[in-house]
DNA sequence: TTTTTTCTCCGACTTGAGATGGAGCATGGT
DNA sequence: ACCATGCTCCATCTCAAGTCGGAGAAAAAA
């Protein structure tokens, strides 16, 4: 309980590094025991150095941070992982905390704010930020957007609107009659309340339905 | 010539501030006079603080890099401003050089990288990150794309489109007819190569044509 | 088992979209 | 003075798109 809680940093900023390790540096109570620029680097060497917590930036060149989270949760399920990321509108805030993140902070975080998520988190508890905390709650909401009403088939149909697809092309790719297709648009067009494939794939769009896959 | 070369930081990561600020402590023909959080309070600084190079990030919650960038180049041309950003997908690199900066970081660099970059820029050279470089030339090509060859009133109808509007909103909000609004959809189609108005539709927002407007 | 949902398909109908080929008018450059 | 360009407008025509109202089959839920 008198030992120092043993933390690793895991950013592709060696800036950012640098930064952490003088935040640190003013705890006593804390020891850094080993830093990673990436997060294969990170699923690498945190055995061998055996962390308690871990400080885990998202965006990285190689190994995101979610993909480094799964990882060596899989491994050590008692590893406290605080994300710390640049922005508050990434969409990565729920895969994150299904990855297994204690906590969610903003790189704006002040000093103390970082230092005091450490030693929450060692204690098992969370600390998520206000802002992020905020697009949760948004986030929640999206679940009931109109999309979600849309059958397999028809978010299938969706797609290949907002690629700027024919009724006709859509008929051949899905191996379907056009007819078929046309009922499938019309409902689509119902559910999401616009009035014609044009707004859809704008819906699309603007809903980033189709962004990430 | 002896005298230190007086450096300013601008990044809204106090953790980013920090570990510059590491950097700059190694080397002493540098000093730091000065730090802000925010584009607004860059500008309002650094006439007391009067730095000969300012270090400057470009994506802040209250005035970006950008602004602060035209503001401070237009009170003193003379400052060498570094740009340091996160990303290497910025579409901003184009705006910024426009603002004037003379060097374009990305904040992977190294310590080394980052001083040989305020020497440079205090000799009135200029840096340019590789991927940066890249983008610069890949952005040239850009200008050669499709949608720079539509008029100023083709333009205002894509977005129209891009909106999902009809011919005839698109006549009523521009106050011309559905014939002519006809007559420029044809055209724009022709011009991006494209089918119909969901294909122009998708095209504008795969080429991000209003997003930041 | 019955009911509901989903996916499939059909015909007939209406209409918006887009192509084509013109035309007049203003602006700006040569 | 002349030519090119951009913006406006028109008529006609063709066709893809979308609506409406139905219907059968399979699978999942009740």
New binding site residues.
Partial sequence: MADKIKVMIVDDHDMVRKGLKAYLATEDTIELVGEASSGHQAVRRFEALHPEVILMDLIMEEGSGIEATKQILARDPAKKIIILTSFYDDEQVFPAIEAGAMSYLLKTASSEEIIQAIYKAHAGKTVIDGKVAQKLITGLHKTTQPADQL????REVLKLIAEGR???EI?KL???????V?????SI??KLDV????Q?AVYAYQNHLFSKE
């Fill in positions: 059958t397999t088939r028809e024919s009724n006709a008929a899905l191996f379907i009659g056009i007819k078929t046309k009922t499938h648009v019309s067009l119902s009035a014609d494939r044009t859809a």
